[in-house]
């Protein structure tokens, strides 16, 4: 079973809800026949529409952004200063891109500690035998000194 990334559908919402802030009162018809959506409702059906969710899956993703501070409550349904400067920075797609790299650099650096900490090994290792066949070669003359 694979496992599914809701990183799109996450920024697709914060998107949406900030679209339906910027066209809230476009075209506001106090006569209509129409009945009022909300804002929260209006989502969950493109949301619901677009990637094919499932209520459950739908509100774990609000209760994520709820917990991730992005949305200040879902019901109103209204997103967050920090939810504005989340999606213009990119938001979940490119905080998973950010934490892959990151990982992807660590990695490397971590390959090269392991390299360069072999070759310290080695290097102590030479200077620990040089020292002791110098430490031989004293001992030698100094039995040969007090010998004679």
């Given amino acids: 079973m694979t496992e599914k990334n809701y990183n ?14 910027e066209n809230v009162y476009k ?7 129409v009945s009022f959506t909300t804002t929260k409702e209006k989502i969950t059906t493109l949301t619901m529409e677009k990637f094919k969710l499932k ?14 501070k992005y949305l200040k409550s879902i019901d109103p349904l209204t997103i967050s200063l920090e939810g504005l400067v989340f999606i213009n920075n990119g938001g979940y797609t490119r905080k998973t891109e ?3 790299r ?3 650099r660590l990695d490397a650096i971590q390959k090269d500690l392991n390299k360069y900490s072999f070759g310290l090994m080695i290097f102590t290792a030479i200077v620990a035998l040089g ?3 110098s430490a031989w070669y004293f001992a030698i003359e100094v039995y040969k000194f007090y010998k004679e």
């Fill in 27 to 33: 075209g506001v018809s106090f006569y209509s026949d």
């Fill in 55 to 68: 209520e459950w899956e739908l509100n774990l993703l609000f209760y994520t952004m709820l917990l991730d």
């Fill in 98 to 100: 950010m934490q892959n």
């Fill in 8 to 21: 799109v559908e996450l920024d697709f919402i914060l998107q949406q809800l900030i679209h339906e802030y």
């Fill in 102 to 104: 990151e990982k992807t």
């Fill in 131 to 133: 020292t002791l066949i």
